[in-house]
């Protein structure tokens, strides 16, 4: 019985891992004294299994989908980052799993978007972290993405994968030149813009190649050809 307390001491701290066993030979009338026995019998048997469980790093269920990540069998109360389980990478706020969270995540240098609680490898796009919205292309932060990105319908202009509102002027996107204002494209925008040093005619926000006459611009008129 004294190797018997130790071993369902041990099993308390890896996350009741035995008390299924117990429960189900409750259910079946099994006298207390027989579910110690069988339970004893289970672990003596099992031996390498325990000591596992004991020194399990990873995440375990605490039942009601609430999920903690251990290291050597202890809950990392501490930690906050991306674990990997069987395959996928989960989201960890001070050691139990947070489904709740979506956002970015630095994990040894790099950010990664988590979309609730899972980091989402299938996601491009923008997300807000602190108040600023960064561009994330597959699932990572793209620091050297400079250009457009659609965002629920409206284009902006990323810069080093930041987005930036104080750009005013032409980016290229797969070929074409648009005009950007304030960081949004502007797609009522017919006039001119400066782009080096050059000036160039954009209708509808997008730079016409083939224009040729009059231009409105800040209360003058310009020749474009």
């Known amino acids: 019985m004294r190797l018997l307390k130790q071993i369902c001491s041990i099993a308390l701290s890896a ?8 429960s189900v030979m409750a259910a079946e009338g099994v006298t207390q004294t027989a579910a110690e026995e069988t339970i004893e019998s289970v672990v003596s048997e099992n031996e390498d299994a325990v000591e596992y469980a004991s020194g399990y790093t990873g995440l375990t ?6 999920w903690r990540y251990q290291v050597n069998g202890t809950v990392q109360w501490n930690y906050t ?14 050691g139990t799993l947070n489904w709740n969270y979506t956002g970015l995540t630095n994990y040894y240098g790099t950010w990664y978007y ?19 919205w960064y561009y994330v292309e ?26 930036n509102w104080k750009y005013n002027g032409l980016t290229n996107y797969y070929g074409t030149w648009y005009y ?13 813009t400066n782009y080096y040093g050059t000036w160039y005619c954009a209708t509808n926000s997008v730079l016409t190649w083939d224009y040729t006459g009059l231009v409105y611009y800040y209360g003058t008129w310009y020749y474009v050809e």
């Open 180 to 192: 950007v204002e304030k960081g949004i494209l502007n797609w009522k925008y017919n006039s001119i």
């Open 61 to 66: 269920n605490y039942g009601g989908n609430v």
């Open 114 to 132: 988590v979309e609730k609680g899972v980091l989402n490898w299938n996601y491009t796009g923008l997300t807000n972290y602190y108040g600023t």
């Open 138 to 163: 597959k699932g990572v932060l793209n620091w050297n993405y400079t250009g457009l990105t659609d965002y629920y319908g409206t284009w902006y202009y990323v810069e080093k994968g930041i987005l």
């Open 81 to 94: 980052g991306l674990v990997q389980y069987y395959g996928t990478w989960y989201y960890v706020e001070k």
């Open 15 to 22: 996350g009741m891992l035995l008390s299924p066993v117990a």
